[in-house]
């Protein structure tokens, strides 16, 4: 009789919870279903290794061990714990039953109790860092509903301690006694009495109740992560870092009204991104890493997300009525973030580097500017005049193409004309060095220690164009293809096979983007060909134990490319290396990134708060290796007090070869901004 | 009310200007080319007008071939149509280009309420077209314009002068020059792009008569190519450079 | 053969120049002055033998005043037409030019009688001139600014033989007139006045960095300027950009900060006396019209700059 009411009610009750879950699981799968096409299906070996060591391995997370092992404790417990819910609500109904086989295994027994003391030490550990140590990642999360989260979850543990405890004292356990350690020593507090007996039914309800509310209120909380980070993970970008999704403008299957300009309204976001926005757990580890946010920009990762899952939701909630001429759906900028909030954004890629659920920042920001640069025609004025000579100019300084080579008229670098014999490399100078003061220098020891070296090269001078890398992460994608196209048809007319390139973000957009404009080719940062070089013996510098050497990574080098190890080679094969405390993958960014080369800095420049991490090591010398670093970091050590002398890894080594006395801060040339 | 604007295609010279080895022309082997900066105004006030009052906004040009590239970047910032008086790419002077703008203003179905230039063309800068023009068509010109207003019939124009704003105020239709600073450009959107690829261009090829302003070469100015006097590097310069000043009797 | 010159004003710096220019056109000059005040005292100075004032042209009128010189033309047939090169030298010839369906060679630096008359005229702003061959009659041109330096004649008569006329004005072209004068705007020292200028380009980095370019300008009583990319970033106001198609300037002292020297900016500064420019690239092309050169960051040269000039005034 008891057994048949119990029945009745964990089935009204599983009902209830099941449709609750059901219903908003629908809405938001739907909404997910309704985003823009994007291909995250491929290379499903990386996926699943994605999905062992973010999700399963909690790799992400343990980049910070404290708050990482906390909820690697209750991640790994509800992992384990997952089978005492169907135990759970087999005892409920009948007391004396329980799951076949495992409800009778000791180990589990074991496992389950240390779980369930291990996920209340994560749930005590993580009151502790909110309450107590409160870091200043969770301004802006929804701090209330985190704690009635870890109120379920110590429901969930302790009653189930509880439960298990009563069912020891009763005589009702099913494992062999001693198996649980701690249920085992509670079970001393509980006679063999009614009192017990009810207390066992109690606790056996409390536990299968508070599931059951949590799952329903699962997916309409931020813990809605734990369904939909798994996907998220799975789906996340497997490609490098640095390519950005090329939009298609010139699909003759695509009608123009649906061609995709970024996002303007939250329709336009791709399924990913809306998985992106329903994936946050509000963890605030982005905006920890975000060089906009320390340095008081309004840029948040984690607000933006927020904000964009927000608009999503909203959407959902207001149905267009079909036929219906209703009102225009609300843009995404201002309604889920500021313009300032897009425009702040460096594209460094830390916050994405950070994410425990593999939420893609980055591109979310990029499909923003896009709507706004090439639908609105609305971006900060000062990148105008970019824009216009990138296109125009072919440079984003408007300077005379027919001057782009003058840096080598007296180096005797070969000028590639058409028709030319191919080179083995073909040196890809870049704007900035081709045309900037500082950067110049660069080009000048590169191509200088390549003829030493005897490498076969040549540079395209006046035909080199713009990759169109700036205009692309501004968000005018339609200028950067022009330029794509055009330049890939240049280098495969050409012939060129390698490129060598010595700013990274030419070497990124030629490496990662160009294939997807059938541009193929083998693409090495400067710094990768001169390790190899040195490292052949075909470079051979004079070190200087003296000369200590600070190397800071690029973003676009580093963090998106991997590319690590090789530039260090060359410091250490000049000077005394020491590192900074942000350094390798976890850099700090100059400022430049995301075209910010050409628009104006807001609240603290960044490039002082890199440029003070950087004297802090006490370096007399801060090498680079990119032109944008060597012009932001120069600009701020002039800016500041610090007294280093910024370089390009490629002048050091050319100045160790020349067996040059190195040159100090004091004697440097000065040399202003030329931006 | 529609709008005419004329453009011509120019261009962009950057630092350093290189003729051509006949010296009858820049070389612009590597050059991008695009519209003196008053055109580009005058193409964003004749939208702005078409925008306020309806109507339709055209372009017109005088060019090679290539010209067409500035007719869509003018068709992709909002103007309807474009009108293309294909040249040579040899040098018009300023009768012969009237002229040709005349007889191409005379065919149009719908005479334009307005008829915009730039004050004067960045290359050859002759401050004459749009007066030509206006004089054979009969209508009244006003340059240098820098602030207008459509007001019934008639449009009210400001000019910049050294200690002021002179206004006039003339019935339409009529002929403007303006000037950069009448307004701010906008930025093309991409669907304006994708849109002026179909926006359609009315193609003729009108005959050069004889250069009646005959130019026979050009010539880099002297002085160009001087050898600055470098005062110094960083700010240890700064007493040179007062005394400079004193010199010039400034400080 | 007489020379008709137009003159704005006998007080006029371009129309001295345009009176000098006209010198070497004909034997004798006469000038063409227009409005009810004016009057032909100075112009003896510059060699003009007969003043024609055109009386009932009080407001401007650029097709009035034009016809009144094509009056003149058909009356005194001179040899040549000459104008200053201000704007309304430029507009009232060109009216001239159409009226009477003639060729206009605008802006020249030097001009030689001929069958046909030859020219250099300036192109581009002044960045490119051109030689050119004008097939028509009277000649028609107008003087460059500051091409030729307005020189008075030592032999000068003592007065100058003024007759007035009233021209056949049409309705026509008196349609386009100035109705009235809005006042000046700007405040303070303008740029077209100004001894120095102190200009700004993309090295100044941002609108905030224009404060010790202002600083500099305050101090030597000068105006600020900019470079036409200043303007598009919106870090100025147009009002102060000099170039092809901004303000053209003619200081005793340009400074150029940050400034690349592309040629459409050249064209608004060439006719300062001076030029300095301070940049941080050494092959900047600015360099190659300057006068004086400081290499280095503007940001830290131009405050030095006005240090040394406090320095120099409490000394």
């Known amino acids: 009789m008891i057994e048949a009411l119990s029945a009745v009610l964990l089935a009204a009750a599983l009902a209830v919870s099941g449709t609750l879950f059901a219903r908003r699981a629908r809405v938001l799968l739907g909404l997910v279903r309704a985003g823009a096409p994007v291909e995250r299906t491929g290379n499903l070996p990386r996926r699943a290794r994605n999905e062992a060591s973010i999700v399963l391995g909690q790799r992400k997370l343990l980049q910070r061990l404290g708050p990482g092992l906390t909820h690697a404790f209750i991640f790994w417990g509800f992992l384990v714990l997952a089978p005492t819910i169907l135990i759970a609500m087999i005892g409920v109904v009948d007391k004396r039953a329980t799951l076949p086989w495992l409800g009778h295994q000791g180990w589990y027994a074991v496992l389950v109790d240390v779980f369930a003391v291990l996920v209340l030490v994560g749930v005590l550990a993580a009151l502790w860092v909110r309450k107590v140590q409160r870091p200043p990642r969770f301004e802006g999360s929804h701090l209330g509903e985190a704690d009635l989260i870890l109120a379920m979850i110590a429901t969930i543990a302790l009653s189930l301690l509880l439960w298990h405890a009563t069912r020891i004292a009763l005589g009702l356990n099913e494992w062999p006694r001693g198996a649980a350690p701690v249920a085992n020593a509670l079970s001393h507090l509980f006679g063999r009495d009614q009192a017990t007996r009810v207390l066992e039914r109690v606790s056996v309800w409390a536990h299968v109740l508070t599931i059951l509310a949590f799952l329903a209120y699962l997916p309409r909380s931020k813990h809605l992560h734990i369904a939909t980070a798994p996907f998220n993970v799975w789906f996340g970008r497997t490609g490098p870092g640095g390519r950005l999704e090329p939009l298609r403008f010139d699909d003759e299957d695509v009608p123009e009204e649906d061609i995709r300009f970024g996002a303007g309204t939250a329709g336009d976001l791709t399924w990913k991104q809306v998985l992106d926005t329903f994936s946050c757990t509000e963890c605030g580890r982005c905006q920890d890493a975000c060089p906009a946010f320390a340095t008081g920009k309004e840029l948040s990762p984690k607000l933006l997300i927020m904000g964009l899952r927000d608009q999503v939701l909203a959407q959902a909630s207001t149905p267009l009525v079909p036929g219906s001429v209703s009102e225009a759906p609300t843009p995404l900028v201002p309604g889920a973030v500021s313009e300032e909030v897009v425009w702040d954004c460096v594209t460094c890629g830390a916050c994405v580097q950070a994410c425990p659920v593999s939420i893609e920042h980055v591109d979310h920001i990029i499909d923003l500017r896009r709507h706004l640069v090439m639908v609105e025609s609305s971006f900060p004025a000062e990148a105008e005049p970019m824009l216009r000579d990138v296109e125009r100019a072919s440079n984003p300084w408007g300077k005379a193409q027919s001057q782009r080579a003058d840096w080598a008229a007296e180096l005797g670098v070969r000028v590639l004309e058409p028709g030319d014999p191919a080179p083995e490399y073909l040196y890809w100078v870049g704007c900035a060095s081709s045309f900037d003061e500082r950067a110049r220098h660069t080009a000048a020891s590169t191509a200088k220690l390549l003829q030493a070296a005897g490498v076969d090269f040549a540079i395209l001078g006046p035909r080199e164009s713009c990759t169109g890398d700036p205009a692309r992460r501004m968000g005018n994608e339609y200028v950067f293809q022009a330029f794509a196209e055009e330049n890939v048809a240049t280098l495969n007319e050409a012939g060129i096979t390698k490129i060598v390139a010595n700013c990274p973000h030419c070497f990124n957009t030629l490496a990662n983007e160009y294939p997807d404009f059938g541009g193929r080719y083998q693409v090495i940062h400067h710094s990768e060909l001169l390790a190899a070089l040195l490292a052949e013996g075909k470079l051979a510098p004079r070190r200087s134990d003296t000369l200590s050497i600070t190397y800071h990574d690029s973003c676009y080098l580093a963090r998106h490319n991997d590319v690590l190890a090789e530039p260090r080679a060359l410091v250490s094969a000049v000077g005394r290396p020491v590192e900074m405390q942000r350094s390798g993958k976890s850099t700090f960014c100059c400022g430049a990134g995301g075209a910010h080369m050409w628009m104006e800095e807001r609240a603290k420049p960044i490039n002082l708060e890199r440029v003070r991490e950087a004297a802090a090591t006490g370096a007399d010398t801060l090498a680079v290796a990119c032109p944008f670093c060597t012009v932001m970091l120069d600009d701020g050590v002039q800016g500041g007090d610090a007294d280093l002398r910024v370089v390009d890894v490629a002048v050091l080594l050319a100045e160790a070869l020349e067996g040059e006395e190195p040159v100090s801060a004091e004697d440097e040339v000065d040399s202003g901004p030329c931006r | 009310m529609n709008v005419l604007v004329c453009v011509k295609r120019v261009p962009l010279t950057g630092g350093k200007i290189v003729l051509t080895e006949d010296e009858r022309a820049i070389s612009t082997r590597h050059l991008g080319f695009t519209i003196s900066p008053h055109e580009e105004c005058g193409a964003e006030e004749a939208i702005r007008l078409v925008e306020a009052h309806g109507g339709t906004s055209t372009v017109l040009t005088l060019g090679p071939v290539e010209a067409e590239e500035q007719l869509r970047d003018m068709m992709a910032i909002g103007i309807d149509r474009a009108v293309h008086l294909l040249s040579d790419g040899g040098e018009w002077d300023p009768q012969a280009t009237a002229a040709a703008i005349v007889t191409a203003i005379r065919a149009e179905d719908e005479a334009p309420d307005l008829i915009l230039f730039g004050n004067e063309s960045a290359d050859a800068g002759n401050y004459q077209v749009a007066i030509r023009v206006a004089h054979a068509l009969g209508l009244p010109c006003v340059t240098g314009v820098k602030g207008m207003s459509v007001e019934g019939a008639s449009v009210r124009c400001e000019q910049e002068v050294p200690d002021g704003r002179d206004v006039y105020v003339v019935p339409m239709p009529a002929v403007l020059t303006v000037k950069e600073g009448l307004n701010l450009p906008r930025y093309p959107s991409v669907p304006g792009r994708l849109r002026a690829k179909r926006k359609p261009v009315a193609a003729s090829r009108p005959t050069r008569p004889d250069a009646r302003l005959e130019m026979v070469r050009l010539v880099l100015p002297p002085g160009l190519g001087k050898h600055a006097e470098v005062l110094g590097r960083g700010p240890e310069a700064a007493p040179a450079v007062i005394g400079v000043l004193q010199e010039l009797g400034l400080v | ?315």
């Open chain 3, 1 to 315: 053969m007489t020379v008709l010159v137009f003159v704005e004003s006998p007080d006029d710096e371009l129309s001295q120049q345009a009176l000098t220019f006209a010198r070497g056109l004909g034997d004798e000059v006469h000038a063409a002055l227009m409005g009810e005040h004016a009057g032909p005292d100075g112009l003896a100075a510059y060699d003009v033998s007969v003043a024609h004032v055109a009386r009932g042209l009080d407001v401007y009128a650029p097709a009035a005043w034009a016809q009144a010189i094509v009056e003149l033309v058909e009356r005194t047939a001179p040899a040549a037409v000459v104008g200053p090169g201000s704007d309304r030298g430029n507009e009232v010839l060109a009216h001239v030019a159409a009226k009477l369906d003639q060729p206009l060679a605008a802006n020249c630096t030097s001009a030689t009688p001929g069958d046909p008359p030859t020219l250099t005229r300036v192109r581009w702003g002044g960045s490119l001139l051109e030689e050119a061959r004008l097939h028509g009659a009277p000649m028609l041109v107008t003087a460059a600014p500051h091409a030729v330096t307005a020189e008075t004649v030592a032999n000068a008569p003592v007065t100058v033989s003024a007759t007035d006329f009233t021209p056949a004005v049409s309705e026509a072209d008196l349609v386009a007139r100035v109705s009235e004068r809005a006042g000046a705007v700007a405040a303070g020292v303008s740029l077209t006045d100004a001894d120095v200028v102190v200009s700004g380009g993309r090295g100044v980095g941002s609108a905030a960095g224009f404060s010790v370019l202002e600083e500099l300008a305050e101090l030597l009583g000068g105006a600020v300027g900019c470079s036409r990319a200043v303007t598009s970033a919106g870090w100025r106001p147009h009002t102060d950009q000099v170039g092809q198609t901004g303000t053209k300037i003619a200081p005793e002292i340009y400074i150029a900060c940050g400034i690349s020297g592309a040629t459409q900016h050249m064209a608004g500064c060439k006719g300062a006396k001076k030029l300095l420019a301070i940049n941080p690239d050494g092959d900047a092309s600015i360099f190659a019209s300057a006068d004086y050169a400081v290499i280095g960051d503007l940001h830290e040269i131009v405050p030095a700059i006005s240090a040394e000039i406090r320095k120099a005034r409490s000394g």
